[in-house]
């Protein structure tokens, strides 16, 4: 097979179709000058709410920030834990930490990398005075598919403990639930007290730089994040709180409400890429002998919730490989770009050293870390780029000194 360029992402091509309308939006708001929150915030604010399913919106400065107010505006200090997974972005633990808060860790299911709500239970049931210091549960919608949200809340519900959602490779991402004795389908942002998105330019939804948002179900704890967003000052130069500068600016804004009505066609986009990989793989003769592809967790969900299309949106798309690191190179040299999400759990991160963490194992977490690899899932991919990157990994495997781990 001719060998060709196929990028880990290519922003150019979708930048192509929507240039004109994205120019348009921001030179309405240099025009405007007003540049400092505005119409334009209130509407993404709108907008995005109303697609989560949430009846609040909240407009920040990143993903970071939408999990730091959130945190902030639920009262996590000093002393206090979060529990959360140790299988990652940084961000979801960093902002814990910045509140001299402290992360407890519970290991991940091994089939959709997301939070196992069994050992989530066992945790908060071992220990009731280290539960008792437990401020929110965070879990993580990881690689574009939603934690075992009915599980968690139930767990959470039982213990009264929050539950704030890391969703920010997630937006409309969904999973079931039940609601007053029936299966209903929620999206991700709208079934904890809140949820944190980002729009980092790589995400499905992303903008020209750093953005964020949050969703949120109740009045008052919006009303709290609205006031720490603006250095907690309510009314202006009236700070009861202290907050911080997390305002989402009005070009992010206005370039994000371009592209949304776009975003479920490129979720739907990267399905069917995932899909032609999953059926490619499988014709090679590759899946589940020298990897392991990604499962849709809630593609047979129970038949009462309806089909659902979102279910999974593929911001990433992973695999289990052996013999890694020299598949990596061998793919590099052959002009495709793959990644890795994430090379170091967050228990064993540097910033921990000396907090006793290096001490405990979470192994679902640390072998991901060691095995996982991200292909190229943009939508703009090519069916002759997908075969190509398959065509490639086969060629490694073919050798058989690369089958060895």
């Keep these: 097979m001719k060998n060709m360029k196929v990028p880990l992402l290519d922003l150019g091509i979708q930048l192509a179709g929507l240039r004109e309308k994205m120019v348009a939006a921001v030179t309405e708001v240099i025009d405007s ?25 909240i407009g920040v400065a990143s993903g970071t920030d939408a999990l730091l107010a959130s945190l902030m505006a639920l009262g996590v200090g000093p002393g206090d834990l979060v529990l959360t997974t140790p299988y990652s972005f940084f961000a979801t633990m960093g902002a814990v930490l910045r509140l001299g808060a402290r992360p407890l860790f519970v290991d991940i299911d091994p089939v959709s990398y997301n939070i196992d709500p069994v050992a989530l239970e066992q945790a908060l049931a071992e220990d009731p005075a280290r539960t008792a210091r437990i401020k929110v549960v965070l879990p993580v919608h990881l690689y574009g598919q939603c934690a075992d949200m009915a599980a968690i809340m139930k767990v959470a519900d039982h213990y009264t403990i929050p539950v704030l959602e890391d969703a920010a490779q997630a937006i409309g991402a969904a999973c079931p639930m039940v609601e007053n004795g029936r299966v209903v389908w929620r999206r991700a942002g709208s079934i904890g007290v809140a949820g944190c998105f980002s729009f ?48 989402l600016d009005p070009i992010q804004a206005a370039v994000l409400s371009v592209k949304l009505p776009e975003l479920d066609g490129w979720h739907q986009a990267r399905r069917d890429n995932a899909a032609l990989y999953n059926r490619l793989f499988d014709e090679v003769g590759l899946a589940g002998d020298q990897l392991t592809l990604p499962i849709a967790v809630y593609r047979d969900s129970p038949r009462e919730a309806g089909a659902y ?36 759990p967050l228990h064993r991160q540097q910033c921990l050293a000396g907090y006793g963490y290096e001490r405990v194992s979470y192994p679902e977490s640390e072998r991901a870390a060691r095995e996982t690899m991200a292909l190229p899932i943009y939508p703009e991919l090519t069916d002759a780029m997908q075969e190509y990157v398959v065509d490639r990994i086969a060629a490694f495997y073919a050798d058989p000194t690369n089958r060895e781990m």
Aim: net charge positive; proline share 6%.
């Design 309 to 344: 299309p979102d279910y999974h949106i593929y911001n990433q798309y992973v695999l289990r490989v052996k013999n890694r690191e020299k598949l990596m190179a061998f793919m590099a040299n052959a002009g495709i770009g793959v990644e890795i999400y994430y090379p170091i």
């Design 33 to 57: 000058t007003c540049y400092i929150m505005g119409p334009k915030v209130e509407a993404l604010e709108e907008e995005v709410a109303r697609y989560c399913g949430s009846p609040f919106g």
């Design 200 to 247: 980092f330019p790589s995400k499905n939804l992303g903008g020209v730089g750093d953005g964020g948002m949050i969703t949120c179900q109740d009045p008052q704890l919006t009303e709290k994040i609205k006031i720490i967003r603006v250095h907690g000052g309510a009314p202006k130069y009236h700070h009861g709180v202290v907050g911080g500068n997390f305002r």
